[in-house]
Each structure stands twice: as structure tokens, then as C-alpha cells.
């Protein structure tokens, strides 16, 4: 409640969250079988019109107090950027991207973020931190089995939010996902069904996992066209368009 405060809030618009928050009761359903209910005192339940918004909020707190912390620690800049604009730190909902041009940095910063976090009662899940080095390597350059690195590197297959860092990788495993959502519901593409239905289904279960996060894409020409004969085929033999 006090960063409501601090983001200028009103009286009104305090007591109004400090309303919704109290009194919480909850109750787990696992298996069918409802639990007890019991008395939440810690934030907002998932699935809770504010829950969304007082996350981003918490979540916003506690990065204030980490990059001051790290200033102190590491020198890095109260605000996330460098002089030659490079961000230090980037966010997206529960994500957080922590970025350096020194490794040694990341790997110092992960436990102060850790604390930091735990403070505000947000917390670290570790088992699904990366360390991701991302770099351009030269054509000369091979790895310990004689490959060609340049074009190979590892971080093109890193994913951040859904998507790898490579378009070309990320556009290559979008097809394959788009093929086991095809086949997933396979019972949809019957002449059963009307083709105006059918269509709608097609845009909603296959399209939208091809082209997830596709505005980010910046691809060769070449690589757009696989995902247009991806794109064809099915719709053509498989949905039964009739002209």
C-alpha cells in the first residue's frame, strides 16, 4: 500500500485496494476434491482482477531496490541503461532479463537479486536460469567436434518469453509446433464440420502458434516462404477448402 502512495494514488484509491485485500478467504481445489477454506494475509490471489496489477507494482518495488543495491555493488547505473544505450535490464510480466558485457557480474548480481526478491516476498526460481552468451562468431571459428561455429552459435536457440533469439531457429521450431498442433486436433479438419468453423478453428488452434511473437521477427525472405508452404499445404488437402 505504501507504493501506491508513493505513485500518487489517492486516499480513496488506497482504502479501496486495502478493502479488496482483507478478508481473503481461499479455498484449493486438487483433484475435484475442495479443500477447507482458509485466510489469505500475503497479496492477491492468482485469477484476481488486481492480482495482475499489483504484481507488476511489487515487482516494480523491488527492482527499484535491487538496482540501487547493485550500484553500490557492482557500479552499475541507478537507471538500467548505459551511455551508449544498452539496457541492463529488461522485463516482461514475471520475467526479467538481467544483461553485461562481463559474465562475472551476472553470476554475482543472481544471489543479491535472490535476496533482494525474497524481501519482497517474490522469489527466484533458479532451475529456470540461464546464463546466455550472445556473440557473433567468426568464420573461422569451429567447436570441439570440428563444426563450423559461425551461424551455430548457442544462444540462438535460447528462448526468452516463448521465442528463441535467432528468428531463423525460432521460425524452424514454430513450424514444428504448428505441425503437433495441426495433428493434435486432427478431429477437427472433418467435412463434418463447416468449412467457415473449420477455418475459424485453423486460425485460432494452428496459425496462432506459428506466428507467435512474429512482429519480433526479422527473417530472409527464404525463411518466410518455408512458413508459407507450411502454411498451404493443410489448408488445402487436409481442412478440404472448397471454392
Known amino acids: 500500500l505504501e507504493l501506491l502512495v508513493k505513485c500518487g494514488c489517492t486516499d480513496d484509491e488506497v482504502r479501496l485496494v486495502r478493502l479488496l485485500l482483507s ?6 481445489n486438487v ?5 477447507v477454506e482458509f485466510q489469505s494475509f500475503l497479496g492477491a490471489f492468482q485469477g484476481d482482477c488486481l492480482s495482475g ?4 507494482l511489487v515487482l516494480a518495488g523491488a527492482l527499484c531496490d535491487l538496482r540501487a543495491l547493485l550500484a553500490i555493488e557492482l557500479d552499475r547505473p541507478l537507471l538500467p541503461i548505459t551511455d551508449s544505450g544498452f539496457p541492463l535490464d529488461t522485463e516482461y510480466a514475471d520475467d526479467v ?3 553485461d558485457e562481463d559474465e562475472e557480474n551476472l553470476r554475482i548480481l543472481l544471489p543479491l537479486a535472490t535476496e533482494v526478491l525474497n524481501d519482497w516476498n517474490l522469489f527466484v526460481n ?4 540461464d546464463f546466455t552468451h550472445v556473440c557473433l562468431a567468426k568464420a573461422s571459428e569451429k567447436d570441439e567436434n570440428g563444426k563450423k561455429l559461425a551461424g551455430n552459435e548457442s544462444w540462438r536457440k535460447s528462448i526468452t518469453l516463448g521465442s528463441m533469439l535467432c528468428t531463423k531457429e525460432d521460425i524452424t521450431r514454430r513450424i514444428c509446433l504448428g505441425y503437433s498442433a495441426f495433428n493434435k486436433y486432427n478431429k477437427a479438419w472433418s467435412k463434418k464440420i463447416p468449412l467457415k468453423k473449420r477455418l475459424l478453428l485453423y486460425e485460432a488452434l494452428v496459425v496462432s502458434v506459428m506466428m507467435y511473437n512474429s512482429s519480433c521477427w526479422a527473417a530472409p525472405k527464404y525463411i518466410l516462404e518455408k512458413l508459407d508452404v507450411v502454411h498451404r499445404p493443410p489448408s488445402s488437402s487436409q481442412i478440404h477448402f472448397e471454392l
Open 23 to 28: 478478508n481473503t478467504k481461499l479455498r484449493v
Open 31 to 35: 483433484n475435484g476434491t475442495m479443500s
Open 53 to 56: 496489477c499489483l504484481f507488476t
Open 97 to 99: 532479463d538481467f544483461n
Open 126 to 129: 533458479e532451475d529456470k536460469t
